[in-house]
């Protein structure tokens, strides 16, 4: 069955490093999304990508984050200047198409900034 | 704007009985309605869906949802439970229009004893 991947699973890295989380969508699937859990607390819907732009932020989404599809496989979070509070379980998701189209999500990639 | 709610956020039950997880949700728009299940170490797989149509939907493993539209419910019921059923559950929903943003309860955590 096909399945979204993310890599790394997990990551360790120093208060204001950079921070890019890889994910690879299905093949077919159009809509792209993350979501992060900080630990204990729901998942919460970060961003949704369609058609090589951003279709809706959560307000999470600040400045410090960024999406992109460089090659048109892959699908990236970037986080510029890591803060204690991004420590979560990154979760990357892609759909074949919006409204009744359901999501697939990847592993995770857990976050941990010290 | 969704929210939804699990009112339970731990439920222990031995193997064998049966098990009700709750899941209430508010919304001005029609809703598509979710669980998703995440067992230790792993990411979130789609259990069961409501799109349209009958309002009590199956899981391949024995898990049913039934969405009550009056009561803005969708609970989750299995008659007999197994000691593999230990994980975390989600309920979540989505608006039925553009791209799909997951609202996502707080998650139950269902532990089966022997």
Redesign the interface.
């Known amino acids: 069955e096909p399945e979204v991947t993310?890599t790394p699973s997990h990551q360790v890295t120093q208060m204001g490093q950079e921070v890019i989380l890889r994910c690879v969508p299905i093949s077919n699937h159009l809509?792209f999304?993350w979501?992060r859990q900080i630990l204990g607390?729901?998942?919460?819907?970060l961003v949704?990508f369609?058609n090589n732009e951003i279709?809706?932020k959560s307000e999470i989404f600040d400045d410090q984050f960024s999406v992109e599809r460089p090659d048109g496989s892959n699908f990236t979070l970037k986080i510029r200047s890591t803060k204690l509070e991004d420590s979560a379980m990154y979760?990357c998701a892609s759909?074949a198409g919006?409204?009744?189209?359901?999501?697939?999500?990847?592993?995770?990639s857990r976050l941990t900034v010290l | 704007a969704q929210s939804v709610t699990q009112l339970d956020s731990q439920v222990p039950v031995f193997e064998e009985a049966p098990v009700e997880l709750r899941c209430n949700y508010s919304s001005s728009v029609s809703v598509?309605l979710?669980w998703?299940v995440q067992y230790p170490n792993?990411?979130?797989?789609?259990l069961l869906?409501y799109?349209?149509g009958s309002t009590l939907v199956e899981s391949i493993n024995g898990f049913e949802a039934e969405f009550n539209k009056s009561q803005t419910s969708f609970h989750l019921r299995k008659p007999s439970v197994h000691i593999s059923d230990t994980a975390e559950y989600?309920c979540?929903v989505s608006d039925?229009?553009?791209?799909?943003?997951?609202?996502?309860?707080?998650?139950t955590r269902l532990t089966i004893n022997p």
């Open positions: 993310q809509y999304y979501y607390q729901k998942v919460e819907f949704s369609y279709s809706e979760f759909s919006a409204g009744a189209n359901v999501l697939t999500f990847g592993a995770g | 598509y979710f998703y792993q990411g979130l797989q789609l869906k799109l349209s989600f979540a039925q229009g553009g791209a799909q943003k997951l609202v996502f309860g707080q998650g």
